[in-house]
T-cell receptor, first 114, second 119 residues
């Protein structure tokens, strides 16, 4: 089956620093990837849709200058949390769309901001 | 905008028994997809089952089946012969079938139901 990886799986950073999370589709090309945020025991909230070669589409309420998304190739999308603060601590999950109705999820990245 | 509601924050079942998780949704569209995802403690999202709205027949995947009531906008998941490995958080999700647009294919998730399986 299709595999999506995320790196790192866990990151701790100091407040005010920036953190980059990578999402890769390992055995397929994905023109569209999605970034979600999940707090403990809560649902996945879509942050943005990442389209290869174009600007990301952000959901309402998501700060595009704080959560920078780059989809530079058909197998890689990155999420950069700029000037991270403790309230940005969360579990970030990406998914990649293989076909019209098939979406595969990465294993997630746990971000802790001290 | 579409919304998905799971009214059961937690459910429990005895091993080998059957449990049903509820999901309702709201949409003005006639063509769409519905999904149930499982998120075990590892937090890896796993697709359990999917249903196309245009299909009247309820989807089935081994011990997992759905009861899709389009008019009532209800989409429940039945797990038969529950196993310890079924313990997880379950999410109901909606996706529009309309092609195009920069957010094509995005999923809208319900709040989730934590399922506990007792031995």
């Amino acid at each position: 089956g299709a595999v999506v990886s995320q790196h790192p799986s866990w990151v701790i950073c100091k407040s005010g620093t920036s953190v980059k999370i990578e999402c890769r589709s390992l055995d397929f090309q994905a023109t569209t990837m999605f970034w979600y945020r999940q707090f403990p025991k809560q649902s996945l909230m879509l942050m943005a849709t990442s389209n290869e070669g174009s600007k990301a589409t952000y959901e309402q309420g998501v700060e595009k200058d704080k959560f920078l998304i780059n989809h530079a190739s058909l197998t890689l999308s990155t999420l950069t949390v700029t000037s991270a603060h403790p309230e940005d601590s969360s579990f970030y999950i990406c998914s990649a769309r293989l076909a019209a109705d098939t979406q595969y999820f990465g294993p997630g990245t746990r971000l802790t901001v001290l | 905008a579409q919304t998905v509601t799971q009214s059961q924050p937690e459910m429990s079942v005895q091993e080998a028994e059957t449990v049903t998780l509820s999901c309702t949704y709201d949409t003005s569209e006639s063509d769409y997809y519905l999904f149930w995802y499982k998120q075990p403690p590892s937090r890896q999202m796993i697709l359990v089952i999917r249903q196309e709205a245009y299909k009247q027949q309820n989807a089935t995947e081994n011990r997992f089946s759905v009861n899709f009531q389009k008019a009532a906008k209800s989409f429940s998941l039945k797990i038969s012969d529950s196993q310890l490995g079924d313990a997880a958080m379950y999410f109901c999700a909606y996706r529009s079938a309309h092609a195009g647009g920069t957010s094509y294919g995005k999923l809208t998730f319900g709040q989730g139901t934590i399922l506990t399986v007792h031995p």
